[in-house]
């Protein structure tokens, strides 16, 4: 398994600011992705955090937007970039590992105002 | 394309009585189908996995699942509910034009009643 840690736990942000996100692995990962579940909702796919390279990401979200590194296999980071009231969600990193498994972080709950 | 339905967005059941939480999938394919619980202001925690191995999957917690090629479904089930159950329940399953992609349900909330 893989247990998964975000920094930080929780924010309260001013509309136009950025917050970067960190993600730490306890052990390699063969993928790292980022989610948002937005109030109520589901988990959304947001990009796959590739080492070494950009990222990959899904429709709807734009790197200028939500910029992702990956320097090494057990960390990553998501910044929410201009923010917005819209923005407001909890953000989760998640790893994939060899027995191609999935485990999540415990989130990073953002409120915009 | 895959997908997921989760049929009730809220369960109530009382304590020790069974737990069902149904799910039903979308797929060209044999699928690789999974159930998450998400426990207040935690994160996702993973309670079984179905991956074209046996039909019928245990997972932790004392939380089964049976994956029904004829009905597309793969219904979460419990004998006996207990109070720290209550939580988010949600049904995914693994993208088809990427085998790394996950496909979320809109999640069914669980409560469990004294």
């Known amino acids: 398994s893989a247990v998964i840690s975000q920094k930080p736990s929780r924010d309260i942000c001013q509309r136009g600011t950025s917050l970067t996100i960190q993600c730490q692995v306890d052990?390699?990962?063969?993928?790292m992705f980022w989610y948002r579940q937005q109030p109520g909702q589901s988990l959304t796919l947001i990009a796959t955090?590739?080492?070494?390279?950009?990222?990959?990401?899904e429709s709807g979200f734009v790197i200028d937007k939500f910029p992702i590194s990956r320097p090494n296999l057990t960390f990553s980071t998501l910044t929410v970039s201009n923010m917005s009231p819209e923005d407001s969600s909890i953000y989760l990193c998640s790893g994939r590992t060899h027995q191609e498994t999935q485990y999540f972080g415990p989130g990073t709950r953002l409120l915009v105002l | 394309a895959q997908s997921v339905t989760q049929l009730d967005s809220h369960v109530s059941v009382s304590e020790g009585t069974p737990v069902l939480l149904r799910c039903n999938y979308s797929s060209s394919y044999s699928p690789s189908l999974f159930w998450y619980v998400q426990h207040p202001n935690k994160g996702l925690q993973l309670l079984l996995k179905?991956?074209?191995?046996?039909?019928l999957v245990k997972g932790i917690n004392g939380f089964e699942a049976e994956f029904k090629k004829s009905e597309t479904s793969f219904h979460l089930t419990k004998p006996s509910a207990h109070m720290s159950d209550a939580a988010e329940y949600f049904c995914v399953v693994r993208g088809e034009r990427s085998s790394y992609k996950l496909i979320f349900g809109s999640g069914t909330r669980l409560l469990v009643r004294p």
């Open positions: 179905y991956t074209s191995a046996a039909t």
């Open positions: 052990s390699q990962v063969t993928m």
């Open positions: 955090a590739n080492q070494g390279s950009e990222a990959t990401y």
